[in-house]
C-alpha cells in the first residue's frame, strides 16, 4: 500500500492498482482518530469543501472531537462558523477560544460548554467581551474542569471567581495573571475551596501582597508551578514561607518583584526550583550555571551565620 497526500494506492495480487480516497478508509477506527486530529481547524474547514462525502466525514468528526482549539480564526471567521462547527459536539474535552478574542462573547462560550458538560479544560485568555456570569454558569454545566486560563480577563470578579471554585473541586491549574479587579481577600477565600492547586499564575495583578502568597503556601501543598510576576508589594518574607511549606514546587516566576531578593531565593535555587530572574549581577546562560550555583550556597551559609549570630 502506498499513500500519496489524500490518495492511498492499493495493489491486489494481479498487479492491477486501486486508487481509494481518504474518506475510504475506516471513519472511527482510523480517520477521526489518527489523522484528522492532525490537521488545524482552518485545514479541516478546507476539507469539508471539498466534496459531499467529505463534508459528512469532517461533520461527524466535529460531532466526537474531544479537543478544540481556535490557534487562528482569520478575520473571516466568525460566531457563526464557530456554531456551525461545535453545533453537534457533545464530547469536547479541552475547549482553547483564546484566539477568537475580539468578537467572542458569553453565549458563544456557553452555547459550547452546556452542550459538552465533560469539559476539563478551557481557555479564555484575554477574551475582553466576556461578561460577569459566565464562570458560574461553567462551573454549573462542567463540575469536572481541571484548568481555567483566565489571563488577561479583566471582567473576572470575586464572586465569579469564587463560584466556579466551588462548583469545581477538581480544579488544579489556573491562570489570573492580569485580572486586576481581584485581591487578597480573593485568594483567601479561593484556597479554602481549592486546596489540589498544582499551577498557579497571577502575574500583574498589583493589588496582591504576602497575604495571598502566605496563604498560598498553607494551603496548596501540591503546587508545582507559582507565576507572581510583578506583583510588586510580595517581599521575601512570603516567599521563605513558601520554600518551607511547598516541597513540591518546580517552577517560580519572580520578575520584576522589586522586593523579592537572593536572600530568598537562594534556597530555592539549591532545591532545583526553576527561577526566571538569574542571580543579581550574572548572565542568564549555560557558561555561568556552576558560578551561579557556587553562588547560591554562599548566600545560603551567609544566611545561617546570621542565623547563628
Not at 521563605?240 to 537572593?262: I, N, P, W
Request: glycine content about 4%.
Amino acid at each position: 500500500m502506498e499513500m500519496a497526500n489524500n490518495i492511498v494506492v492499493m495493489k491486489t495480487s494481479d498487479s492491477v492498482p486501486y486508487n481509494a480516497q481518504l474518506y475510504d478508509l475506516p471513519w472511527e477506527d482510523l480517520v477521526f482518530s489518527h489523522i484528522l486530529p492532525k490537521l488545524n481547524l482552518a485545514d479541516l474547514c478546507r476539507l469539508r469543501q471539498t466534496c459531499k462525502t467529505m463534508q459528512k466525514c469532517i461533520t461527524g468528526y466535529f460531532s466526537v472531537m474531544k479537543h478544540l482549539e481556535l490557534t487562528y480564526t482569520g478575520p473571516r471567521f466568525t460566531a457563526r462558523h464557530l456554531q456551525r462547527i461545535t453545533e453537534d459536539s457533545r464530547n469536547i474535552q479541552s475547549l482553547d477560544l483564546s484566539a477568537a478574542k475580539r468578537w467572542l462573547d458569553n453565549k458563544d462560550v456557553l452555547a459550547i460548554v452546556c452542550n459538552n458538560q465533560c469539559l476539563e479544560s478551557i481557555n479564555l485568555h484575554g477574551c475582553s467581551f466576556l461578561k460577569v456570569g459566565l464562570l458560574q454558569e461553567v462551573g454549573i454545566s462542567c463540575r469536572g474542569l481541571r484548568r481555567a486560563d483566565l489571563g488577561d480577563c479583566h471582567w473576572v470578579t470575586t464572586a465569579d471567581l469564587l463560584q466556579l471554585a466551588a462548583e469545581c473541586p477538581q480544579l488544579n491549574h489556573i491562570d489570573l495573571a492580569g485580572c486586576w479587579n481581584l485581591s487578597d481577600d480573593t485568594f483567601l477565600e479561593l484556597m479554602q475551596l481549592c486546596k489540589i492547586l498544582k499551577h498557579i499564575n497571577i502575574s500583574d495583578i498589583y493589588s496582591i501582597t504576602d497575604n495571598t502568597i502566605s496563604t498560598i503556601a498553607h494551603s496548596c501543598p501540591e503546587l508545582n508551578i507559582l507565576k507572581i510576576k510583578a506583583c510588586w508589594r510580595v517581599t521575601d518574607d512570603s516567599v521563605r514561607m513558601l520554600g518551607e511549606l511547598c516541597r513540591r514546587l518546580k517552577v517560580l516566576h519572580v520578575k520584576d518583584c522589586r522586593s523579592v531578593t537572593d536572600a530568598s531565593l537562594a534556597r530555592l535555587r539549591l532545591r532545583g526550583i526553576h527561577i526566571d530572574v538569574p542571580m543579581r549581577g550574572f548572565v542568564p546562560s549555560n557558561q555561568f550555571a556552576q558560578l551561579n550555583e557556587a553562588q547560591s550556597r554562599l548566600v545560603f551559609r551567609h544566611d545561617l551565620l546570621k542565623l547563628q549570630i
